[in-house]
């Protein structure tokens, strides 16, 4: 009986639930939106920085294993190399199944489009990554 209750909760409260988070997720795009020119360029240079971070620790990893002839941190990089490659398939995966259009291209006259965007927005492959990096890291180098 809880189990029907809870389902019935979800079906019923779901649609409602679902317009609120689309809501706030507005907001928020639009607050960030608003943001001074100025800013616009560091945010685009960090953004873009994210891949090359992403593939970079990694491949420096790697190398420093070789330098110092340590296994551990060779296997440490591969397991991040073989885990960021994993996060990219499984996130186009995900954007060609939701396929949720770019918010600039959504709602044009309220968010400006301030760079190329990529394919669909859904999920966000700059967060996958980010955390596919930190997961990594924090795993294998549990001092950090």
């Known amino acids: 009986m809880k189990l029907l209750k809870t389902i019935l909760c979800f079906v019923l409260l779901g649609p409602c639930m679902s317009a609120q988070a689309q809501n706030w997720d507005i907001r928020l795009l639009d607050k960030l939106n608003s943001a001074p020119q100025a800013q616009d360029k560091t945010w685009q240079f960090i953004s873009n920085s994210s891949g090359k971070i992403d593939v970079a620790v990694p491949i420096g990893l790697f190398i420093a294993g070789t330098i110092k002839h340590d296994a551990t941190i ?4 591969t397991s991040m190399g073989v885990s960021f490659l994993a996060n990219e398939v499984m996130t ?3 954007k060609k199944t939701f396929q949720r259009t ?3 291209d959504a709602y044009p006259d309220l968010i400006y489009k301030k760079g190329t965007g990529g394919s669909y927005s859904m999920p966000s492959g700059h ?10 890291l924090s795993l294998n180098f549990r001092k950090w």
């Not at 060779?74 to 990089?77: C, E, F, G, S, T």
């Not at 967060?127 to 990594?136: G, I, L, R, V, Y």
Request: glycine share 0%; charged share 10%; net charge positive.
């Open 92 to 94: 186009l995966v995900l």
């Open 102 to 104: 770019r918010p600039f």
């Open 127 to 136: 967060t996958s990554s980010a955390f596919s990096t930190a997961t990594s």
């Open 74 to 77: 060779k296997n440490y990089a």
